[in-house]
C-alpha cells in the first residue's frame, strides 16, 4: 500500500506488501476511513521496508478527533484501534477527543500538548477549517506528520500559511448531491425543503449543504430556510421543530 499526493486527497493503493486490505473490509465505512489515515500516517513517519528492525523506537501516533459522544467519531476511532492493535509492532496510538463539536479551543490546546510529547504524526479532525490551521503549522514545524480527516483545512488557510497536510474523506459535496438525488425522486417540483447543517464554518458541513443545494435546484425544490445545528442531535431536533412551526408546508 502506499499513498500518494500529498497536498491533496490521499490516493490508497494496496499491494501485497501489506494486509490493510482484507482488515478495512470488516469495518463500518468510518473505521475503515480512519484506518486509512492511521496507515498514512505511519508510512509518513518512517519507510515500508524493515522500519521496525531499524528503528529503535516505535513511532507514536496522535489522533485528535471531535466529539467522542458522537457516534460517528466513536466508529473512526475504533477503526483506528483495531488498525492499531494489528500492527502493534509497528507504533503506539494516542487517541484525545473534544467534549463538543464546537470546542475548537479545547481541540487546540490538544495538538499543543501533542507537540510538547513530542509524538511523531498526528491524525486530525479539525473542529474548525481555518482555526487549526496556525497550531497544525506549529505541529509540522516541529517534525510532525499531519494527515487531516473529515474536515478538510482550508486550502487558501494552508496556502498562507505555506503548507501542505494531506486529507484523506469522501467527497462531500458529491456525497450529498446522491443523497438530494434520492430525496428528490420522492418529492416533486416546487416543494418546500428545509436543510440542518453541521457547523457552518467548517469545510464539510459547507461542501455538503452546497451538494445537497445542486441537487433541489436540478429538481426544481424550494430551499426555504437553511440552519446549523452543529452537528448535535439535540440542537438539530430542535431546529428541526423550529423549522416546521414557521414553514407548515415544508415536505423534506
Not at 503506539?92 to 495538538?111: M, Y
Request: some cysteine; glycine content about 6%; proline content about 5%.
Amino acid at each position: 500500500m502506499r499513498v500518494d499526493a500529498p497536498h491533496r486527497t490521499c490516493v490508497v493503493r494496496p499491494n501485497n506488501n501489506h494486509k490493510i486490505g482484507d482488515e478495512l473490509m470488516k469495518l463500518p465505512f468510518a473505521g475503515r476511513l480512519l484506518a486509512v489515515a492511521m496507515f498514512a500516517a505511519v508510512t509518513a513517519v518512517m519507510p515500508l521496508s524493515a522500519a521496525v528492525a531499524q528503528t529503535p523506537e516505535k513511532p507514536k501516533v496522535a489522533l485528535v478527533m471531535k466529539s467522542l459522544a458522537n457516534e460517528f467519531f466513536l466508529t473512526m476511532e475504533d477503526g483506528a484501534k483495531a488498525y492499531q492493535k494489528e500492527h502493534a509492532n509497528e507504533f503506539d496510538l494516542v487517541s484525545n477527543g473534544i467534549k463538543d463539536e464546537s470546542d475548537t479551543s479545547a481541540q487546540i490546546r490538544i495538538v499543543e500538548q501533542m507537540i510538547v510529547s513530542r509524538v511523531d504524526a498526528l491524525v486530525i479532525a479539525p473542529a474548525d477549517s481555518k482555526a487549526l490551521v496556525p497550531v497544525l503549522k506549529k505541529a509540522t514545524d516541529a517534525g510532525i506528520k499531519v494527515v487531516n480527516i473529515d474536515n478538510q483545512l482550508d486550502p487558501d488557510v494552508l496556502k498562507s500559511k505555506n503548507l501542505q497536510i494531506p486529507f484523506v474523506g469522501p467527497d462531500n459535496r458529491k456525497g450529498a448531491e446522491l443523497v438530494g438525488d434520492y430525496l428528490a425522486k420522492q418529492l416533486k417540483a416546487g416543494d418546500e425543503v428545509g436543510i440542518i447543517e453541521g457547523v457552518s464554518t467548517t469545510t464539510n458541513a459547507q461542501q455538503r449543504t452546497a451538494g445537497f443545494k445542486d441537487a433541489m435546484d436540478k429538481a426544481q425544490m424550494k430551499v426555504v430556510s437553511t440552519q446549523s445545528g452543529n452537528w448535535e442531535i439535540d440542537k438539530g431536533n430542535a431546529v428541526a421543530s423550529a423549522m416546521l412551526n414557521e414553514y407548515p408546508n415544508l415536505k423534506a
